[in-house]
T-cell receptor, first 113, second 114 residues
Framework: LAKTTQPISMDSYEGQEVNITCSHN???????ITWYQQFPSQGPRFIIQ???TKVTNEVASLFIPADRKSSTLSLPRVSLSDTAVYYC??????????????FGRGTSLIVHP | DADVTQTPRNRITKTGKRIMLECSQT?????MYWYRQDPGLGLRLIYY???????NKGEISDGYSVSRQAQAKFSLSLESAIPNQTALYFC?????????????FGEGSRLTVL
């Protein structure tokens, strides 16, 4: 399994763009990069997934360089409600195969007024 | 109604008691998982099941057992609860045939062992 490394915590202010970087130096050819968001006392929820280059949806953007050894989750103009823990996962998808979703400690983002 | 339902949502018990946490899903997914969350430690995988006849240990299975009674049901048991099993437990499902392998989580079961 590809091991991921993220900052433990980050602070930001309302209206700013937040970029959270995840390192995954031993990512495999078939691996995708998936980010989840978790609010206190709730289960994580899927935010975005990508394989290479850039992916954007209504919540976030995901930037993946050509070597795929890292990825950056970008949250535009954060609000207080974006305060949460963000997890980066690496593994096979779609189809799943033998992929076992493994969460690290994630990055705790606190957005200040 | 939630797609992934966990019961009970909260439970306080005593050391040595047997506890069962139940998970049921209406998403028709084949894969189900039990995770444990402790403050500041993220989620750790206890057991997972890729289909009804497939049960696998995760990274922290000691002291736990599971049963996959049907595709829709996956139960976690603590045969003899101890205080360091006090935690927030999450059940999740995923579809091996889905486009992203996305996990869908229940609302969690908070267990306190005194």
């Amino acid at each position: 399994l590809a091991k991921t490394t993220q900052p433990i915590s980050m602070d930001s202010y309302e209206g700013q763009e937040v970029n959270i970087t995840c390192s995954h130096n031993n990512i495999a050819t078939n691996d995708y990069i998936t980010w989840y968001q978790q609010f206190p006392s709730q289960g994580p929820r899927f935010i975005i997934q990508g394989y290479k280059t850039k992916v954007t949806n209504e919540v976030a953007s995901l930037f993946i360089p050509a070597d795929r050894k890292s990825s950056t989750l970008s949250l535009p103009r954060v609000s207080l409600s974006d305060t949460a823990v963000y997890y980066c996962l690496v593994g096979e998808a779609p189809g799943g195969g033998s992929y076992i979703p493994t969460f690290g400690r994630g990055t705790s983002l606190i957005v200040h007024p | 109604d939630a797609d992934v339902t966990q019961t009970p949502r909260n439970r306080i018990t005593k050391t040595g008691k047997r506890i069962m946490l139940e998970c049921s899903q209406t998403k028709g997914h084949d894969r189900m998982y039990w995770y444990r969350q402790d403050p500041g430690l993220g989620l750790r995988l206890i057991y997972y099941s890729f289909d009804v006849k497939d049960i696998n240990k995760g990274e922290i299975s000691d002291g736990y057992s599971v049963s996959r009674q049907a595709q829709a049901k996956f139960s976690l048991s603590l045969e003899s609860a101890i205080p360091n099993q006090t935690a927030l437990y999450f059940c999740a499902t995923s579809d091996s045939g889905g486009p992203t392998g996305e996990l869908f989580f229940g609302e969690g079961s908070r267990l306190t062992v005194l």
